[in-house]
């Protein structure tokens, strides 16, 4: 075996040498960056504390690359103030983003993308306060330049605004969540607005909210105090899961405020709104303004403007959230001044045909207790309305009421008697799907007829009770040998200035209503749909 030349000697002490080089720069490198990691950790939580004035916790940091360095770090916790009786107010599981040497050393102003995964932002309750952070001299003090985020990208990021308890003997109140994917930040600051855009997910109706807008600067010493503007667009929500009723709607709409306080105006669509079991789908659109909570999701209505089919109505009052999750009291004072007496029929008849039209008055008060029933078993409305001009769209409900007030204004002969329903007025209270009404009026040529009684909204049941003022005498309501009989009982049925005032019954159902009249504790009924009547 020959022993190496000079000129492979030289190329081996060459490679040597360089990779002793590489050694040596490899592990000045890792010094470098083990060196830069505690060096980085310092900054980051010396920056934020000096910012967010208050307490940082951050777990690991690492730094890979030189010159230009890219950090990661996990477990970052933001206290509001050094409050251990609350959650941070900013939590992040991990975060990523690069950083030059130099800009280090310089304490940089900008950092141009930061990766967040797994963001949970809590808001203390309303009206906490933080202690003014001073130095020794009781000045407030600043160490650090603020740092400007050109952009922020979170994935998995959660809202939580935690109610104010503000009776220890009452039930807690459950905090307010919101997830939030897709969530990007432009320009962000703790001293400066910046911009939003982000989708969320609305639990209940349940459907994707895509936002944008401004946010901040932050309050730092009253969180739910940060000023916040932008608009939404809602879409696709189902409200099946609310008992009784369905429908998909969606709604468009622009905010503006702080967080515990935020003006919203918006629209709603739901082209197939329904009460489950009873009605049919109908188009309902709003226009609505109200002051909404962020702290506690409470919203206040101003005059919202709900449009049913072609009937509009005004509404307003408010919508309170109960504690543990229970859901939400809807208190809400209503008035339709001009509306369609078969639009809101439709809610409540599944036929396509209404059996009632006219101009409708109505004004009352609905009350929604938060609990798990369907919607027409927990509401409570108490109203009252009035119907000028009601006509019937059976021909056979407006022959028999041709027929009544024929005989009403003693003409049993004449053809020409009208069937139209004046003067429709009612007081009514609806409570567990059935309406009371303490007093039902109305009208036809010829006569008057007052009832009080009950109707239920899903079975469609009838009992109403009350009388019928007749103009004529009762002997004048029929021709032949019964007029010349009821002759004689005339004086017994003569009252407050009519002809005659005898007991009336509305019972059977909706689809099949049985008219029953009195004389003598013997009733005459009538059944609509049978061509025979019948006698008790």
């Known amino acids: 075996m020959t022993a190496p030349g000079p000129r492979s000697r030289k190329w081996l002490l060459i490679s040597a040498v360089f990779l002793g080089v590489i050694l040596l720069a490899g592990g000045l490198l890792f010094w470098r960056t083990r060196k830069m990691d505690g060096l980085i950790h310092g900054l980051i939580v010396r920056a934020l504390s000096e910012q967010f004035k208050s307490r940082v916790e951050l777990g690991t940091v690492h730094v890979t690359g030189f010159p230009s360095l890219g950090v990661t770090g996990e477990d970052l916790s933001i206290h509001f103030d050094d409050r251990e009786d609350l959650p941070p107010l900013i939590h992040i599981n991990k975060l990523s983003f690069g950083l030059g040497l130099f800009a280090v050393l310089r304490l940089p102003r900008h950092i141009a993308t930061v990766q967040l995964d797994g963001m949970t932002i809590t808001i203390p309750p309303r009206g906490e306060r933080r202690t003014p952070e001073s130095d020794a001299s009781g000045k407030k003090h600043k160490l650090l330049p603020s740092i400007i985020l050109d952009e922020v990208i979170c994935k998995n990021a959660v809202l939580i605004t935690l109610p104010k308890n503000e009776d220890p003997k009452k039930p807690k109140k459950t905090p307010l969540e919101w997830d939030i994917h897709d969530l990007k930040?432009?320009?962000?600051?703790?001293?400066?607005?910046?911009?939003?855009?982000?989708?969320l997910t609305n639990?209940?109706?349940?459907?994707?909210?895509?936002?944008?807008?401004?946010?901040?600067?932050?309050?730092?010493?009253?969180?739910?105090?940060?000023?916040?503007?932008?608009?939404?667009?809602?879409?696709?929500?189902?409200?099946?899961?609310?008992?009784?009723?369905?429908?998909?709607?969606?709604?468009?709409?622009?905010?503006?405020?702080?967080?515990?306080?935020?003006?919203?105006?918006?629209?709603?669509?739901?082209?197939?709104?329904?009460?489950?079991?009873?009605?049919?789908?109908?188009?309902?659109?709003?226009?609505?303004?109200?002051?909404?909570?962020?702290?506690?999701?409470?919203?206040?209505?101003?005059?919202?403007?709900?449009?049913?089919?072609?009937?509009?109505?005004?509404?307003?009052?408010?919508?309170?959230?109960?504690?543990?999750?229970?859901?939400?009291?809807?208190?809400?004072?209503?008035?339709?001044?001009?509306?369609?007496?078969?639009?809101?029929?439709?809610?409540?008849?599944?036929?396509?045909?209404?059996?009632?039209?006219?101009?409708?008055?109505?004004?009352?008060?609905?009350?929604?207790?938060?609990?798990?029933?369907k919607a027409l078993q927990k509401l409570i409305l108490d109203g009252e309305f009035g119907l000028d001009d009601a006509k019937w769209t059976s021909e056979e409900v407006r022959d028999k009421l041709q027929g009544l007030s024929r005989r009403a204004e003693g003409k049993p002969q004449d053809e020409g008697a009208g069937s139209a329903v004046t003067d429709l007025r009612g007081k009514f209270h609806v409570e567990k799907a059935v309406v009371n009404f303490s007093s039902l009026t109305f009208s036809i040529p010829g006569a008057a007829v007052d009832l009080a009684g009950t109707y239920k909204l899903v079975e469609g049941d009838l009992d109403f009770n009350g009388h019928l003022r007749l103009e004529a005498k009762l002997s004048q309501t029929v021709t032949g040998a019964k007029s010349f009989f009821?002759?004689?009982?005339?004086?017994?049925?003569?009252?407050?200035?009519?002809g005659a005032v005898v007991p009336i019954s509305i019972t059977g159902t909706r689809e099949h209503p049985t008219i029953g009249v009195t004389i003598f504790h013997k009733t005459i009924e009538k059944k609509l749909g049978q061509p025979n009547s019948s006698s008790r």
């Open 486 to 498: 009821l002759k004689a009982v005339d004086p017994f049925f003569k009252k407050e200035g009519a």
């Open 203 to 373: 639990a209940k109706p349940k459907g994707e909210v895509d936002t944008s807008g401004d946010f901040g600067p932050w309050n730092l010493d009253d969180p739910g105090g940060t000023p916040v503007s932008g608009s939404y667009k809602f879409t696709d929500a189902d409200l099946g899961p609310f008992p009784g009723i369905a429908g998909i709607l969606s709604s468009t709409g622009k905010y503006t405020g702080e967080l515990d306080e935020l003006q919203v105006e918006g629209e709603t669509d739901t082209p197939d709104f329904s009460l489950d079991e009873i009605g049919k789908a109908v188009p309902l659109h709003t226009d609505f303004s109200a002051t909404v909570d962020g702290m506690n999701g409470n919203t206040v209505l101003h005059p919202v403007r709900a449009t049913l089919i072609r009937s509009t109505i005004i509404a307003e009052g408010s919508v309170i959230r109960e504690p543990e999750n229970k859901g939400h009291t809807i208190i809400v004072n209503f008035g339709a001044p001009d509306a369609r007496i078969q639009d809101l029929l439709s809610l409540a008849v599944k036929s396509d045909k209404p059996f009632l039209t006219g101009t409708l008055k109505i004004k009352g008060k609905l009350v929604v207790p938060a609990s798990r029933e």
């Open 185 to 199: 930040l432009t320009a962000a600051g703790v001293d400066k607005p910046f911009r939003f855009n982000g989708t």
